[in-house]
């Protein structure tokens, strides 16, 4: 028992989600309604996701991995039936004898080397389209020194305390803004700074929102980058609190998957009986 409950612990330290904001700004300048962004996907229990088409929603893989499954999702307040779950093939969960070693002796090296190798991606496929709400399109651009738009609903705090990894993880709608500073492979990433580096909105990102999107705005539109995994704590991520200044955060950039992307959303459903399956990309 004791494993199981530090284990996810520990994931629960690695998936990130809502909005950790500065000390200095009140938590109302970054309150949002949900009509600011309708594309934001509720998952059960916690977690989000973003509407890319109408029928699709796109997330993290742990998001849906750790629940026995996703029946529906909320987009733009509204539930929605969910057809299928596709998780990315090369999805990798840490072997528990990892985890024991590294917590026996606070050496996270390779778990952290082992999570920056799997592909964190999934997507959700509804019963009905979306019809009320536009889909957001996948930035294709490198996100490299953008300013970037981040939102959840999950675990809230500041930035010099961090948040109570044991607080609760569903609280009200929030949004913050943050600048990438690395823009690589499987990943994007950027740094919570302090006073007087931050942005006037500089937030970071708690437990409890993985597979929240990282926005870009080019126009009047904002495209999704990345989407929500997992940060980067200083010293041991078991007796830290998340969501300090100078910890990173991690998303999927979802570019690097685009072609896997729209061959799953072309593909037909596979009759599994489940709603959740595995599917390989040629």
């Known amino acids: 028992?004791?494993?199981?409950?530090?284990?996810?612990?520990?994931?629960?330290?690695?998936?990130?989600?809502?909005?950790?904001?500065?000390?200095?700004?009140?938590?109302?300048?970054?309150?949002?309604?949900?009509?600011?962004f309708p594309a934001l996907a509720d998952v059960p229990g916690e977690g989000h996701g973003v509407l890319i088409a109408p029928r699709w929603v796109l997330t993290a893989a742990h998001v849906v991995g750790w629940q026995p499954g996703?029946?529906?999702?909320?987009?733009?307040?509204?539930?929605?039936?969910?057809?299928?779950?596709?998780?990315?093939?090369?999805?990798?969960?840490?072997?528990?004898?990892?985890?024991?070693?590294?917590?026996?002796?606070?050496?996270?090296?390779?778990?952290?080397?082992?999570?920056?190798?799997?592909?964190?991606?999934?997507?959700?496929?509804?019963?009905?389209?979306?019809?009320?709400?536009?889909?957001?399109?996948?930035?294709?651009?490198?996100?490299l020194g953008k300013v970037v738009r981040i939102m959840g609903r999950g675990a809230t705090g500041t930035g010099t305390r961090g948040h109570n990894p044991h607080g609760p993880n569903r609280t009200d709608l929030r949004q913050g803004y943050n600048e990438i500073s690395s823009s690589e492979g499987r990943w994007i990433g950027y740094t919570f700074d302090p006073p007087p580096a931050a942005l006037p909105l500089e937030a970071s990102l708690g437990n409890g929102d993985s597979g929240s999107p990282i926005l870009v705005a080019v126009g009047d539109e904002w495209q999704v980058a990345g989407i929500t995994a997992w940060k980067r704590v200083q010293g041991n991520p078991m007796e830290t609190w998340p969501g300090k200044y100078g910890q990173t955060n991690y998303g999927v950039r979802v570019e690097h998957y685009r072609g896997w992307i729209e061959k799953t959303i072309a593909a037909p459903a596979k009759l599994s009986g489940r709603n959740t399956e595995i599917q390989n990309t040629p």
Not at 5 to 34: E, H, T
Not at 120 to 137: G, W
Request: aromatic letters at 10%; charged letters at 25%; zero cysteines.
């Open 70 to 143: 996703v029946d529906a999702v909320v987009v733009g307040g509204t539930p929605y039936a969910v057809s299928r779950v596709v998780v990315h093939p090369d999805y990798k969960k840490p072997p528990q004898d990892m985890v024991d070693a590294a917590i026996k002796s606070g050496d996270w090296g390779a778990f952290l080397a082992f999570m920056a190798a799997s592909d964190d991606i999934a997507l959700i496929e509804l019963v009905e389209p979306v019809r009320d709400v536009v889909p957001v399109r996948i930035y294709s651009e490198s996100a």
């Open 1 to 36: 028992m004791r494993r199981a409950v530090l284990a996810f612990f520990l994931l629960a330290s690695f998936g990130a989600g809502a909005v950790v904001i500065r000390d200095d700004v009140p938590d109302m300048r970054y309150r949002m309604a949900i009509s600011e």
